[in-house]
């Protein structure tokens, strides 16, 4: 996606800088054409100002960044919304502030449909154009380190109950990355293992003795 626009000043080079600051950008990711170069005049007579073209190409990840920086404005909420690297070869937004938990719904609910939105904008085909999938992670106030922490507390603790009653335990219905979690923190306790079971958004997770899974 493009995002062009038309800036005059004193100079061409004021009138670059102007476009970067507008387009919260660095000049060097600019393209731009001159339109017309400023004049200085005699004695202020005749002096105009210098135009030009500044074009942007939106990077897909920004594309993501500008939709969620929208849900925030349209919601008229006053909090801060930012982007880095993940630690997964994914894009990491960040939002946070006062008021923040109204995009983040029962156990994430609210905000890993925005997370899956995002990403439907930042990987949207455009005619003509190759492109690499990107991956798109959303995350408000810390809460998926604080969910993910809780989730390994509700496994341990889950784990010891099916040892000491002998029986086996369904876990609530949880989206792909909270089984993940699960599954990763039940590998590493002895005499129990994970199943899945169920369908979509029914999908649940059984844990339950494993007699084979011992220490060596």
Do not use: W
């Not at 993940?180 to 369908?199: A, D, F, K, P, Y």
């Amino acid at each position: 996606m493009k995002k062009e626009i038309i800036v005059t000043a004193k100079t061409v080079e004021e009138a670059k800088a102007k476009a970067a600051a507008e387009l919260e950008v660095s000049v060097e990711e600019l393209e731009i054409t001159v339109l017309e170069e400023g004049k200085k005049g005699f004695l202020g007579i005749g002096a105009s100002d210098a135009k030009i073209s500044a074009v942007y190409t939106v990077k897909r990840a920004g594309v993501a960044l500008d939709f969620i920086r929208k849900v925030v404005e349209d919601m008229e909420l006053d909090l801060t919304v930012a982007m880095k690297d993940g630690d997964n070869d994914d894009t990491l937004i960040t939002v946070d502030g006062e008021g923040a938990g109204l995009l983040i719904g029962h156990h994430g609910e609210t905000m890993d449909s925005l997370q899956y939105l995002a990403n439907l904008a930042a990987n949207k085909k455009v005619k003509g154009e190759k492109q690499e999938y990107v991956k798109i992670t959303l995350d408000i106030e810390g809460y998926r380190a604080k969910r993910e922490q809780k989730l390994r507390e509700l496994a341990r603790k889950m784990a010891s109950k099916v040892v000491k009653g002998k029986k086996s335990v369904m876990l609530e219905p949880m989206n792909p990355y909270e089984r993940r979690i699960i599954h990763s923190e039940i590998q590493g306790i002895e005499g129990v293992s994970t199943n899945s079971i169920g369908s979509e958004n029914n999908r649940r997770i059984v844990i339950f003795l494993d007699d084979t899974k011992t220490e060596a």
